[in-house]
């Protein structure tokens, strides 16, 4: 409210126009502008203050609550960073610990096939195994029953050479079946490797995501007890500032030291000042009777 609309006011409240409710809430609302323009101020100028005496002791103890308040800052960040990585570091051991490893995967499904694949050799020798020994057997009952019936030497020789060749091939079968067997049990001594090699892995990968956990739970306590302290110093800060911030703009007409630390927030001071006399204006013509 300026000086003019105030006179103008006041002359018309002599005839019964006051609006007496309006007047207050209008001194309300500009107390509440006040109030945040010298915390503004404030908090622009406070270092400037150093030298005024009248606020030394808003000047050092707004400058060691400003302090613990970047110190703190400084490690919920770093606790942040922490809490980030650790966070990270989980997610990675959780991806791990449920199957991170294609090169096991990998070597585990050759394996399983090369597996499959060396059984059923390893049958169909046993089968064929089994037949050759048949065929030997009847060969061999054949070659007994010739000679007791006194047939050719010819026919004899033709059986042996027969049961010669016959024997031949089970000793080949049967050495290609030990090979098998061994390859299927080298095989299979990979695959328990393997096994128990990714899950050694993923039970590190989930240990490895339990101590992230913790890690987390503990970034987590001590960011909030830290956001606690600042929560606690920021209304004594911001009251500082409005104590400095009112100062200042009441001096500055009179006081040099305040002049010199508001000089470059005249604008805002100039603003600051006319909510003042607003308020007086609003609050004597609320008065009237």
């Not at 005024?52 to 400003?66: G, P, Q, T």
């Not at 911030?245 to 005249?266: E, F, I, L, W």
Request: glycine residues 4%; aromatic residues 6%; proline residues 1%.
């Amino acid at each position: 409210m300026t000086s003019t609309k105030y006179f103008l006011l006041r002359l018309a409240s002599r005839f019964g126009y006051l609006r007496k409710n309006i007047r207050l809430s209008d001194a309300a609302n500009e107390a509440h502008l006040l109030k945040e323009a010298e915390t503004f101020l404030g908090e622009a100028v406070w270092r400037k203050t150093e030298n005024i005496e009248a606020l030394s002791m808003e000047y050092w103890n707004l400058r060691k609550l400003v302090k613990d308040h970047d110190r703190v800052s400084k490690e919920i960040a770093q606790l942040q960073g922490v809490f980030n990585e650790t966070h990270q570091q989980k997610t990675d051991s959780i991806i791990s610990a449920s199957d991170a490893h294609p090169d096991l995967s990998e070597n585990r499904i050759e394996l399983l096939a090369q597996i499959d694949t060396l059984s059923r050799e390893r049958n169909q020798i046993v089968t064929k195994t089994q037949d050759t020994r048949r065929i030997y057997e009847g060969l061999k009952f054949k070659q007994d029953v010739l000679r007791k019936e006194g047939a050719k030497l010819t026919e004899i020789e033709k059986t042996s050479s027969r049961l010669a060749e016959m024997k031949r091939e089970f000793n080949e079968l049967k050495e290609r079946l030990e090979e098998v067997s061994e390859e299927v049990a080298t095989a299979k001594t990979r695959l328990l490797e393997i096994e128990a090699l990714t899950n050694e892995r993923k039970q590190y990968g989930k240990s490895q995501a339990t101590e992230s956990s913790q890690s987390i739970s503990d970034a987590n306590q001590q960011i909030s007890a830290r956001q606690t302290q600042i929560n606690s110093l920021y209304p004594q800060i911001r009251l500082l500032y409005g104590d400095i911030g009112r100062h200042v703009s009441m001096n500055a007409p009179t006081d040099p030291a305040c002049k010199a630390a508001g000089k470059d927030q005249s604008g805002l001071i100039h603003v600051i000042t006319a909510l003042r006399k607003s308020i007086r204006y609003n609050w004597k013509l609320a008065e009237r009777r």
